[in-house]
């Protein structure tokens, strides 16, 4: 199966120079129990003395590379077929030995803190957990870390998958895993890094941001802090983490229960909320898994860029491309999760920053090889990170097999695409709706508002026609425009036959709420 192995010495950008040692090193993200990504080149790299040999082998095959002047060095190993268990040896001064390697896919799971929720706090979590158990996925977790400069490596190891490990994993991930495993038959590497509350800008380099002339106000506003490199922040990171350390989540009749431990410390005065500095939790969390082999990213993230909707319009696309270009993969697929809904539900139409980042989301869907799994409809009001992680996971596999392994399947729900008015009522067209458009529980539409040439909206009057929505209202005699689910927590009705949920859209391009923050 493994014909010719590629050897390559890193020659400067992907490794940052480490202090010269006797001994092999790796980072943690080479280690027992990995999986290591099927059907393309996959580096194995770390550091050793300057000039040092180091032989690698897998299984029955043998290469040989040598650290450059740094201390660093890398082999690629040639593309492989899906299968394990594998031995594998790196032999210098001193020898490793890494058992219980995988080959199959790996994903990176990001985001803020929907992302971050754990299994044990999701639906029917006692249930989940019990039957965590499949030793052909195996699980990577970063720990919550900043910094000011790139990271060669972070506090990780690779785990099986059992109900000890995945009880306080990712839930989105962990079932986005189950899922996707069971749909391919090959072993699955899931590399989690997520820290609740954190914005987009945090998760990109700098060069990234400053590719981009419009979000120059990002790096002006954290100008100082980026100059002085805030000891300040540093310190306070690193005792909330000691703090964060002693805590334990245990699960106790289905509930999670939390110790009574001291408070947190308390952030300094003038010192803003440490993982909000543009690009540090992406030097902390992100950089020590480059170039490691990945096939694709998912991702749920947005809520804290909601107040600045509109320029999110440029700054998710930004995103992405920076972790392309990090990779150095090509345009690997990017999926993403669109907001759920929460919060009290309006009586009129209105205005929403959240229906905005939507909206920025939607639009996303231009940049090459990416695709999005709506949660519009899963949310609930009173709660920003809904429980029903399942139905997430599910409909990111469905996005994750057409995006990365183009499988001829639905995997959206239906999407806008033009509006004519006809006799006073404003006829719609979709796209993705596969076997038809449908009304949740075969009950009338309802969500749809309607605005004339005054720019004001009240609730319409829609059905479905053929592939056609029929939106009026008898107030309206000349519609201009017509948005549908544009809420924070909207009422959503419209699906396919397939049950997967319209996105919210809006039929004008007037000014939203957030443009120009």
Request: charged content about 20%.
């Amino acid at each position: 199966m493994y014909r010719t192995l590629i050897i390559v010495i890193i020659l400067g950008t992907l490794l940052a120079a480490e202090p010269a040692r006797a001994d092999i090193r790796l980072p943690s993200v080479i280690g027992s129990n990995m999986v290591l990504q099927r059907g393309m080149p996959v580096p194995i790299w770390g550091w050793a003395e300057p000039g040092e040999r180091v032989r690698v082998t897998l299984g029955s095959w043998e290469m040989a590379g040598r650290a450059d002047r740094s201390g660093a060095w890398m082999v690629i190993l040639a593309p492989m077929s899906a299968g394990g268990p594998f031995d594998l040896t790196i032999q210098g001064k001193n020898t490793l030995k890494l058992t219980n390697v995988m080959v199959g896919e790996v994903w990176v799971c990001s985001g803020q803190s929907n992302m971050e929720m754990r299994v044990c706090h999701v639906n029917d979590a006692p249930s989940e957990v019990a039957g965590a158990l499949n030793r052909n996925i195996r699980l990577f977790q970063v720990a919550n870390d900043l910094s000011p400069d790139p990271q060669r490596d972070c506090e990780a190891r690779w785990e099986e998958c059992r109900p000890s490990t995945v009880y306080l994993f990712s839930a989105a991930a962990y079932f986005f895993g189950r899922e996707i495993q069971h749909e391919l038959n090959v072993p699955v590497g899931l590399i989690h890094s997520s820290w609740e509350g954190t914005t987009a800008e945090t998760w990109m380099r700098l060069e990234g941001i400053r590719a981009h002339p419009e979000l120059s106000s990002i790096l002006d506003y954290w100008a100082p802090v980026l100059k002085s490199k805030s000891p300040e922040l540093l310190a306070y990171h690193r005792k909330t983490r000691e703090w964060e350390e002693d805590v334990h989540f245990v699960l106790y009749a289905g509930k999670p229960i939390l110790p009574q431990y001291a408070e947190p410390p308390k952030l300094p005065v003038k010192v803003s909320f440490a993982p909000s500095v543009p690009s540090w939790v992406f030097n902390g969390m992100i950089a020590p898994v480059i170039p490691f082999g990945i096939r694709e990213v998912i991702w749920y993230q947005g809520e804290s860029n909601a107040g600045r909707a509109y320029q999110y319009r440029t700054l998710f696309p930004a995103l992405i491309r920076d972790w392309r270009n990090a990779w150095r993969g090509g345009d690997f697929p990017f999926v993403f999760v669109q907001l759920a809904n929460f919060g009290q539900r309006r009586d009129a139409p209105g205005e929403s920053p959240m229906a905005e980042l939507r909206e920025a989301q939607l639009m996303t869907l231009s940049v090459p090889n990416t695709a999005m799994a709506t949660a519009v409809d899963i949310g609930v009001a009173d709660d920003v990170h809904p429980r029903n992680k399942q139905e997430v996971g599910h409909r990111l596999v469905l996005a994750a097999l057409h995006a990365a392994y183009g499988k001829d399947t639905v995997y959206s729900g239906p999407a806008y695409r033009s509006m004519i008015v006809k006799d006073g009522k404003a006829h719609l067209r979709f796209m993705n709706t596969g076997g038809g458009l449908a009304a949740k529980d075969n009950a009338p539409l309802r969500g749809f508002a309607i605005a004339g040439s005054d720019r004001k909206f009240v609730w319409a009057k829609a059905a479905i026609e053929g592939n056609e929505v029929v939106v009026w209202s008898d107030g309206i005699k000349e519609p201009a425009a017509v948005r549908y689910a544009w809420a924070d927590n909207p009422e959503c009705t419209l699906y396919n036959r397939e049950g997967l949920p319209a996105s919210p859209f809006r039929t004008d391009d007037w000014p939203g709420v957030t443009r120009g923050k």
